[in-house]
């Protein structure tokens, strides 16, 4: 039989040897989110302004966009629904 679990319980992160907590594992969703861990290399010793950085965001955006169209014919197989 089980047993319910124990609810007053807390859990308490493992940390690293120098006391740091211990983040490893599987970090699937950074090109999901499209949030970039760091700077592209053009944009190393640049001073960009908020605008600046958002057009240039605004940019890479649209680009993203047109590459991945679904164009309407590629997974039209004639299967269910098709």
Same mark, same amino acid.
């Given at each position: 039989? #089980?047993?319910?679990?124990? =609810? %007053?319980?807390?859990?308490? !992160? /493992?940390? #690293?040897?120098?006391?740091? !907590?211990?983040?490893? $594992?599987?970090?699937? *969703?950074?090109?999901?989110?499209? %949030?970039?861990?760091?700077?592209?290399? =053009? #944009?190393?010793?640049?001073?960009? %302004?908020?605008?600046?950085?958002?057009?240039?965001?605004?940019?890479? $955006?649209? &680009?993203?966009?047109?590459? /991945?169209?679904?164009? &309407?014919?590629?997974? *039209? /197989? @004639? @299967?269910?629904? @098709?």
């Amino acid at each position: 039989m #089980l047993k319910p679990k124990d =609810e %007053t319980a807390e859990w308490t !992160p /493992s940390h #690293l040897a120098d006391g740091q !907590p211990d983040i490893q $594992g599987m970090w699937n *969703n950074t090109r999901a989110m499209f %949030t970039p861990l760091e700077l592209p290399e =053009e #944009l190393a010793g640049q001073d960009l %302004t908020a605008e600046e950085l958002q057009a240039r965001a605004r940019v890479r $955006g649209e &680009g993203r966009i047109s590459r /991945s169209e679904w164009q &309407g014919h590629e997974n *039209n /197989s @004639g @299967g269910v629904g @098709g």
